[in-house]
């Protein structure tokens, strides 16, 4: 009876032990903040990496940019004598959009003029910080990076996932 007693209790201490083992042995949670930390300092690299493309593709061109806030840089090279959109207004303009690296996009030659609301249709964010800028007549480049583009995705048909998109744009008018 004192052999089963002691067997008995061998034996829960092994599992006590056991037990408490593979509490400590259990990997820490990771908090949000540990894994924020190296997901902002990729962002930063990428973003970085994605300025120097742009200065160096702004400087081959010798453009004369003048960068916003957000990162948008633009140059208007032909003024015009309209008025100057504000939000809410529909507009209408001709573009021809291209990649860094050349490869053209999209064309209002081929797909004719657009129109879109100010600061309301699904545009990107770029081009309606952009015709702000503008009045009717001007013509302008836009130099957008890609989070004022199409962001991380593209718009899975001609633009890529995280590229730096260009405009040439013409604002028409205002309705």
């Known amino acids: 009876m004192k052999a089963k007693f002691v067997v008995q209790s061998i034996l829960l ?7 408490s083992e593979t509490e400590e042995k259990k990997p820490n949670r990771i908090t949000q903040k540990q894994l924020k930390r190296p997901l902002e ?10 300025m120097e493309r742009i200065k160096a593709y702004i400087s081959r061109r010798n453009w004369d940019m003048t960068k916003t806030g957000t990162g948008l840089q633009y140059d208007i090279y032909e003024s015009g004598d309209g008025i100057q959109p504000q939000k809410g207004n529909r507009v209408k303009v ?5 990649l860094l690296d050349g490869t053209k996009c999209y064309s209002s030659d081929e797909k004719g003029a657009i129109m879109f609301l100010v ?13 702000l800028l503008m009045k009717v007549g001007d ?3 836009f130099v957008m990076p ?4 199409h962001g991380f995705v593209g718009d899975d048909k001609k633009i890529p996932k995280q590229s730096t998109v260009v405009y040439d744009i013409e604002l028409l008018a205002i309705y």
């Open 13 to 19: 201490l092994f599992v006590f032990v056991s037990c």
């Open 41 to 50: 300092e990729i962002n930063k690299t990428m973003h970085s990496r994605e």
């Open 94 to 98: 001709n573009f021809d959009v291209e």
């Open 119 to 131: 600061g309301r249709d699904n545009m990107e964010s770029g081009i309606h910080e952009g015709i």
């Open 139 to 141: 013509k302008a480049r």
């Open 146 to 149: 890609a989070h004022l583009a």
